[in-house]
């Protein structure tokens, strides 16, 4: 198991793939994350206001789909071009002129995407991942933040799961990530802890 020491940890949270394609009922999948927004904004206004910064990585391909990869001809792959509709985050989610915003084109916000010079630039050491998918981006960005030797946490009821995955298989990708990957909480517990800092 990993604990993660975030009185000493310099963190930045990282909300992943937050975009209306994957989100929103008007989006391409007819995804509602609603619930989870409702979670997910009063704890990035409390981040903030412990002088935490915030990046949104969004998973965005080009507009003419050149860098789809193994996704060429795949459908879907239309949907997440930089110029499709539900290419912007949600706007449900409250965003603040301090938010840095990031890409990826891959599952993984870390692989070939200049997220670890942002960080840099932050000054940030340690992530705290948000958002969507657990079975995807957000497993896929904490196994490749541990090859790198950057503590990830997991914030386990501010990340969504596919529509279609069921709740015993959600809940068994945070029990692998916590064996092996990174540490998993609660938002409660890790607000508890950045404000004690």
């Known amino acids: 198991m990993i604990t993660i020491d975030l009185s000493t940890a310099r963190p930045a949270v990282l909300v992943i793939d937050m975009q209306v394609a994957f989100v ?6 007819g995804n509602d994350a609603g619930e ?3 979670r997910l904004n009063p704890f990035l206004e409390r ?3 412990l002088g935490i910064p915030v990046v949104f990585s969004s998973y965005l391909l080009r507009g003419d789909l050149r860098d789809a990869g193994l996704l060429t001809g795949n459908d879907a792959a239309s949907h997440f071009a930089d110029t499709a509709p539900g290419a912007g985050v949600d706007p449900r989610i409250r965003r603040a ?3 840095v915003d990031a890409r990826h084109n891959r599952p993984s916000a870390l692989f070939r995407s200049d997220l670890e010079a942002l960080l840099d630039g ?3 050491d340690t992530l705290i991942l948000t958002g ?3 079975n995807n981006a957000i497993s896929s960005t904490a196994r490749d933040a541990f090859a ?3 503590p990830a946490l997991v914030v386990r009821d501010l990340v969504g799961a596919t529509p279609w995955e069921p709740e015993e298989l959600h809940a068994s990708y945070f029990d692998t990530l916590a064996t092996w ?3 998993v909480a609660d938002s409660a517990d890790v607000l508890g802890r950045l404000q004690a800092r």
Not at 24 to 29: H, N, V, Y
């Open 24 to 29: 929103s009922p008007d989006g391409a999948f």
């Open 36 to 38: 989870l927004i409702e």
């Open 47 to 49: 981040v903030r206001e």
């Open 97 to 99: 002129e301090t938010d």
């Open 122 to 124: 932050l000054q940030a």
């Open 132 to 134: 969507v998918s657990v």
């Open 148 to 150: 790198r030797d950057l």
């Open 181 to 183: 990957t990174a540490e």
